[in-house]
């Protein structure tokens, strides 16, 4: 289902009905008002009716309406409409006024004494307020009717002056719903920025606090998600610890009775396959190794509460005894150049670190070598950078070579391909920026990472 | 020398105990922490390897009763799990060294030689490495039997690098020994000190390496 906007939708569903209710409303405001209103023209109509019967006439020869030419005009006298009268007597021929208003319709009911209707005459349509009125001791009509300017330019006003708060009042509640959504999901597009904005490694809730109460149900089913998968990668990561962590016995064994046997008078051909079987171990325990520490650089395995502040120049102190006898045995000259660089970190980690870039350097630089480490503040960063003069890294390769298990084709030595990427793991748990590159002069290669400093 | 080995993994303690019978020591070879505590109660040992990872009470358990019952002997822990967790543990419990599986041979033996030169140094005021011999009661030093004429700063420095031979020891770690509180000494300094003792060292076979930018480390005799 192709995702539609919750705005338009909701404008779409309350166009109808809001313009329904804007017309129905419109019309029973008209239909109110207009009654009344009516009624007063009406009555205005009634009145000269029952003037003009009072000035019926009863005499010998018959009836007649007593009505000066003056009168006459004063009552015939209107802005806007025209106004017609008809006097009959009782037998119903007219006394007076315009011939041919036509009689009240069959069953017209009389209200008041007066009959309300509506007809033709000449030509256009009129409203009639009929009367009768005693003559003599009989009855006789009278009939009033003015045209309906007066009535349409009102119902006009009347409209219009019910449908322009209406439409204003229509139009309020659309843009409430407008930005009220927007403003409604506002903390929705704040909660999914923090999410948008978060590393792999943050697994921790989602903080439901701004989130409006409806989607807090999305929110909580979004932070179980997270538990669960923390907890999936806290298992696995668990798993790799342990299966590591249970190897290194049997391994120092396998070790430790390989080189017992070295160390005894062999016939040469054993000796060379004891020494691959030597090898083999020292390979797989370092294996082992590699994969504990990658499972503690792991998301799950670092917290950075934890982390406490350090100087990457003791972390180097701390490790260098060990590192100076490995390039001894392997006849490099391992240097230092140590200045104080403070950083908030896992020192187990950057131990880790550390001990996989000498370790690199050592293994590729090769015999020979000379290989720096160093510590310092630079540019407002820590940096850490382990430097050898080697055969470098070709700048295509700088990038592949932090993937686990990649190993640079034909490369030597017998490297498990996880140094740098255990390295990189370990600079992202610290937020460090991680930069392979060639050393002094464009020779060798040089790994620096920067640290925040503390 | 006599050392207790305590390790529950049959193989690994088999070579252990092998191998460091070829150095030339007497050792026993127990599988259990309580195995350990009972013979470490009843037998001076001159050094306990200690596993952590034991069944019933565990390396650390074992490391406490032993100091808890005033024992000195020193003790080098073999760890398989997270190392400098165990490491500061250890050291805290009063390990005198640790290492981590798996690791070389050659190299907890040298940890071995270091380990029990220490205790020997705490325990007498002789301290021997090849050819040179420092009697710290008389502040009096021989090389291959002739006496040798050491600067007070000279020989300060000698002691340092003799407690902790085939270890790298950095140029301040030099500084805080040799100095008193209001001294000050700066790293060229020493620098001096070791070229000095250097010209009357190196003839007879012992050597001090530069570690550049960091320190120095008196190699192991390797015999004249």
Redesign the interface.
Known sequence: MPARSLRAQLLRRLLAPVAVLLALGAASAYRLSLAPASDAYDQALADIALALGERIRVASDGYAVDLPAAAERALRTDRYDTIYYQVRAPDGTRIAGDAGLPDPPEGARAQDGVIRYETRYGGELVHVVAMLVPCGGRICTVQVAETGNKRRSLARTILLSSLVPELLLAAAALAMVWFGVKRGLAPLEALSAEIKARSARDLRPVDAGHAPLEARPLVDALNHLLVRVAEAAENQRRFVANAA?QL??????????T??AL?QELPPACRAELEQVHRA??RT?RLA?QLLALA?AEPGGVSAERFAPLDLRSIV?AS??EW??RS?ARGV??????APAPVRGD??LL?EALANLIHNAIEYAGAGARV?VRTGARDGAAVLEVEDDGPGIAPAERERVLERFYRIPGTPGEGSGLGLAIVREIAQAHGAALEVGAGAGGRGCRVVLRFAQA | MRILLVEDDASLAGALAQMLRAEGHAVDAVSSGEQAVLAARQEPFDLVILDIGLPGIDGFEVLRRLRGGGGTMPVLMLTARDPVEDRVRGLDLGADDYMTKPFAMPELTARVRALVRRSQARAGPRIEHGPLVLDTAARRAFLGGEPLQLAAREWAVLEVLLARVERVVSKEAIIQAVTGWSEELSPNAIEVYVSRLRAKLEPAGIRIRTVRGFGYMLEEYQGG
Do not use: K, Y
């Not at chain 1, 290194?248 to 009775?257: E, F, K, M």
């Not at chain 1, 000259?333 to 140590?338: I, K, S």
């Open positions: 962590h290194r016995t049997p391994l120092a064994g396998l070790q430790s009775h080189e017992l160390a171990a020292i325990a190794n503690r102190e260098a005894d100076v006898h001894l000259d391992l240097g230092f150049e140590l020192a187990l131990r720096t």
